[in-house]
């Protein structure tokens, strides 16, 4: 999920028509060592950015990250050759937090947003300015065969939707909209606070079932402890499938090509959670209620396209996804009014080099998330939601630094439906939100 960033998510899969390139620029500017046998190349990024926003009842500006899996990283990669067919691997990367913007803003926290990942491996542990552990995996890889990496990995599912977005925007500009998530909602211009003093955040319209998560449609965003194959790539199409504990599987396919000066990459993957338990942290960000399911089961389908002429510069990206929740809760109403939602997402624009610092990207955006709202909203009487968003934005490269510098708005229209809604949740005022951000690759 870019200057075309390269992400330890992309175990071969070619998500990319760009990406092969990207990565061998980062890999001839590498620091390298290691032992006799087996290599040791040094890479990552740091992004920070200044983000403003404007809920109608407030407006603040906070200096932050650019989200969880996203954020400030070093990342260890290793290889050695077995035969000529044969090879083994390793990648661990360490992901450092300075504020994450999926939290930062709201009334309980404030500007310094606890990391997402740190609440999600701490199941609950509000933490900034932290350093957390993405990945940790061993892979083996045969040219003819497929490569198979064991440990805390992208599963085949992860950010699939997203990363074939090859404009150089993903990083800023994609459709699951961190920037101010955990902001309070208004109401006519006075801010809605729940009974424990958390304000009710706007990420609370585009929760995944699946995993707890207000981060809709990337429902598989969040790494796992798991086994992963990864076929070889035939004619621009590979697949990938991954199985994790306790119990999660996944299935993706993906296509990359060019014809004619276009680029085309395409992916779809379909996952399924099903548990006796579900990681609830992301209840102490949200300040809802906790409902821990007795059984999970949810599914989740989220396909991707993404569309470039090269000589024009102009790009379309697409994604959808769509979840199944048929979870069962020791409260048979939360079980009866579990939401099953819907989100699409669109991107256009132009990516075009007028300047020699490099490429300039000119872009927007708008999607829609229908009925992805926390379970917990069943109580208010709840038994809908939509949340839209459109935006727009401007992108430099510039070559000479590896860096990225941009300037985005963004606006989010929230609106809730249901027997409870009128007078409590109705006339929603639109979050404004602006971020101005740099990102440098080493």
Same mark, same amino acid.
Not at 107 to 122: K, M, Q, T
Not at 222 to 234: E, G, K, L
Not at 382 to 388: H, K, Y
């Given at each position: 999920?870019?200057?075309? @960033?390269?992400?330890?998510?992309?175990?071969?899969?070619?998500?990319?028509? !760009?990406?092969?390139?990207?990565?061998?620029?980062?890999?001839?500017?590498?620091?390298?060592?290691?032992?006799?046998?087996?290599?040791?190349?040094?890479?990552?990024?740091?992004?920070?950015?200044?983000?403003?926003?404007?809920?109608?009842?407030?407006?603040?500006?906070?200096?932050?990250?650019?989200?969880?899996?996203?954020?400030?990283?070093?990342?260890?990669?290793?290889?050695?050759?077995?035969? @000529?067919?044969?090879?083994?691997? =390793?990648?661990?990367?360490?992901?450092?937090?300075?504020?994450?913007?999926?939290?930062?803003?709201?009334?309980? /926290?404030?500007?310094?947003?606890?990391?997402?990942?740190? &609440?999600?491996?701490?199941?609950?542990?509000?933490?900034?300015?932290?350093?957390?552990?993405?990945?940790?995996?061993?892979?083996?890889?045969?040219?003819?065969?497929?490569?198979?990496?064991?440990?805390?990995?992208?599963?085949?599912?992860?950010?699939?939707?997203?990363?074939?977005?090859?404009?150089?925007?993903?990083?800023?500009?994609?459709?699951?909209?961190?920037?101010?998530?955990?902001?309070?909602?208004?109401?006519? +211009?006075?801010?809605?606070?729940?009974?424990?003093?958390?304000?009710?955040?706007?990420?609370?319209?585009?929760?995944?079932?699946?995993?707890?998560?207000?981060? %809709?449609?990337?429902? !598989?965003?969040?790494?796992?402890?798991?086994?992963?194959?990864?076929?070889?790539?035939?004619?621009?199409?590979?697949?990938?499938?991954?199985?994790?504990?306790?119990?999660?599987?996944?299935?993706?396919?993906? =296509?990359?090509?060019?014809?004619?000066?276009?680029?085309?990459?395409?992916?779809?993957?379909?996952?399924?959670?099903?548990?006796?338990?579900?990681?609830?942290? /992301?209840?102490?960000?949200?300040?809802?209620?906790?409902?821990?399911?007795?059984?999970?089961?949810?599914?989740?389908?989220?396909?991707? %396209? /993404?569309?470039?002429?090269?000589?024009?510069?102009?790009?379309? =990206? +697409?994604?959808?996804?769509?979840?199944?929740?048929?979870?069962?809760?020791?409260?048979?109403? &939360?079980?009866?009014?579990?939401?099953?939602?819907?989100?699409?997402?669109?991107?256009?624009?132009?990516?075009?080099?007028?300047?020699?610092?490099?490429?300039?990207?000119?872009?927007?955006?708008?999607?829609?998330?229908?009925?992805?709202?926390?379970?917990?909203?069943? +109580?208010?009487?709840?038994?809908?939601?939509?949340?839209?968003?459109?935006?727009?934005?401007?992108?430099?490269? &510039?070559?000479?630094?590896?860096?990225?510098?941009?300037?985005? =708005?963004?606006?989010?229209?929230?609106?809730?439906?249901?027997?409870?809604?009128?007078?409590?949740?109705?006339?929603?005022?639109?979050?404004?939100?602006?971020?101005? +951000?740099?990102?440098?690759?080493?």
């Amino acid at each position: 999920m870019f200057v075309t @960033p390269v992400f330890a998510a992309d175990l071969g899969g070619d998500c990319c028509a !760009d990406l092969e390139e990207r990565v061998a620029e980062l890999e001839a500017t590498t620091a390298r060592k290691g032992n006799r046998k087996v290599s040791l190349a040094i890479t990552g990024w740091v992004a920070e950015q200044v983000m403003w926003y404007d809920n109608g009842a407030t407006s603040n500006t906070y200096v932050t990250g650019v989200g969880s899996t996203l954020s400030s990283h070093f990342k260890l990669t290793g290889a050695a050759t077995i035969s @000529p067919e044969w090879s083994a691997g =390793y990648v661990l990367q360490l992901e450092v937090n300075s504020s994450d913007p999926l939290t930062a803003g709201n009334s309980r /926290f404030g500007d310094d947003g606890p990391s997402a990942l740190r &609440i999600v491996n701490s199941n609950g542990g509000l933490t900034s300015g932290s350093v957390d552990l993405l990945y940790s995996f061993w892979f083996l890889k045969s040219s003819r065969l497929g490569q198979v990496s064991v440990g805390l990995i992208p599963q085949a599912s992860q950010h699939a939707a997203a990363l074939v977005d090859g404009s150089g925007s993903l990083v800023m500009a994609n459709w699951v909209p961190l920037d101010g998530m955990a902001i309070n909602l208004s109401q006519n +211009g006075t801010q809605l606070v729940l009974p424990n003093g958390t304000g009710f955040p706007t990420g609370a319209l585009m929760w995944c079932g699946s995993t707890a998560l207000p981060v %809709a449609g990337d429902c !598989d965003g969040i790494p796992t402890n798991a086994v992963r194959y990864d076929s070889p790539t035939f004619g621009g199409f590979s697949v990938s499938a991954s199985w994790g504990e306790d119990d999660f599987w996944d299935v993706a396919a993906r =296509y990359a090509g060019e014809f004619n000066g276009i680029k085309l990459a395409v992916t779809a993957a379909y996952s399924h959670h099903s548990d006796e338990s579900q990681f609830m942290g /992301f209840d102490t960000v949200t300040g809802l209620t906790a409902f821990h399911p007795v059984h999970l089961d949810s599914d989740y389908f989220q396909a991707g %396209a /993404f569309i470039h002429h090269v000589s024009s510069g102009l790009f379309l =990206y +697409g994604a959808y996804g769509v979840e199944d929740n048929n979870s069962v809760y020791a409260i048979p109403a &939360i079980t009866a009014g579990q939401p099953s939602g819907s989100n699409w997402y669109l991107k256009a624009g132009l990516r075009r080099k007028w300047s020699p610092l490099g490429h300039t990207v000119l872009y927007g955006e708008y999607g829609v998330r229908d009925d992805m709202y926390h379970p917990a909203l069943t +109580g208010f009487g709840v038994t809908g939601s939509e949340l839209r968003q459109w935006g727009l934005g401007v992108v430099q490269e &510039i070559d000479a630094a590896a860096m990225t510098l941009w300037l985005n =708005y963004k606006n989010y229209d929230p609106s809730m439906s249901g027997p409870g809604v009128a007078g409590v949740f109705d006339d929603l005022d639109d979050l404004h939100v602006v971020t101005m +951000g740099g990102l440098i690759s080493f």
